[in-house]
């Protein structure tokens, strides 16, 4: 990998030399924890046999495994891990094996469509040089559509195509069906009923569209929306999760609240591309699996922990500014130089 990259691809720019030793000690904890691993998993079994005996989300993680994947999961078993705790594989052996195909057959192309997601992936997907590689717009395209055919409530969703580019980054370029069944194990039984759920008009072949890059420019930028569905229309799942957030951030960090209140800055519009990005368009990427290992282990919590963290750990400096563009300008460089993981684990 580039060193200018970090460890899935992902660019390392304007890196200060405190933050890169930041990165180089987080990734030096993440190591010397390996050691909870080769004790958590049997040592006869190859990984897949190994993390297949691990618990998925129907049961509840014992304290051992908690534990372990709170210091850090080991990049090689965070594919399987992810997929074992989403039921990626168990809805997939529930289904034929061309189902995935046929999804993509009967999903067909939009013309509209294929076009509205290139623009749309400038909105929700975090920069990888994997978005200039045809192959992988591509198979970004089949995953979203055919997912839009399996999840008719989801439809066409743009910010789905963001999490698609995360996910082949982390999982391989050619893990295309492994990285459809992971978003369907984390839309139907991580995330709350209802996270991506869209409020669009039919364009062909039954798929629902959610707005496009009009609708993700208002998600991510704050932008005026004409005639497409409101953030607070769709995704009514994550807006109530947002919700959520803003109500404990008045109880748990009230000074913050109150300085947003006090510089006429809504919440609201401070933690909409946390969590309709999960995190990825936010957080440096070796951040976001961290938080994303929480996610799949602990369910929609971790990201209520994680949104509360980030304001905690950067309420000195929010309080500091005296203009809303300031506030949010701050916090936003802050959180995408975050590598302070056992830090944002453990604040509460």
Known sequence: MSASCDYYGFPLTGLSSAEMACRAQSHAKQAAAEHMWVRLLPAALDPAEAIAQLPDRTMACSPKLKAAIREGVPPLLRPLLWK??????????????????SCCKAAGVHGLLLTQLEADLSFVSPPHSMLYSRRVL?????????????????????LLGGLCVFLLAVMGVDAEVDVFWLLAGLVEHVLPVGYYEVCGCFLGKGILYGGGSVFCSAVFH???LTNSPSPSQSNRGCNMEM???????????PRVAAQLERLEVDPLHVVDPWCASLFTRTLPAETCVRVWDWLFAEGPKALLRVGLALFRMNESALLSVVHGFQLTRTLSWRVGRCYQVDVLAKVR
Request: proline fraction near 4%; charged fraction near 25%; hydrophobic fraction near 35%.
């Open 84 to 101: 074992r705790l989403a039921r990626a594989d168990e809805l997939r052996s529930a289904h034929e094996g061309t189902y995935y195909a």
């Open 138 to 158: 591509e198979a970004v395209r089949r995953i979203v559509m055919a997912y839009g055919h399996r999840n008719a409530d989801v439809g066409y969703n743009p």
């Open 222 to 224: 704050g932008s005026p």
């Open 243 to 253: 919700r959520v957030l803003t109500t404990l951030l008045s109880k748990k960090a």
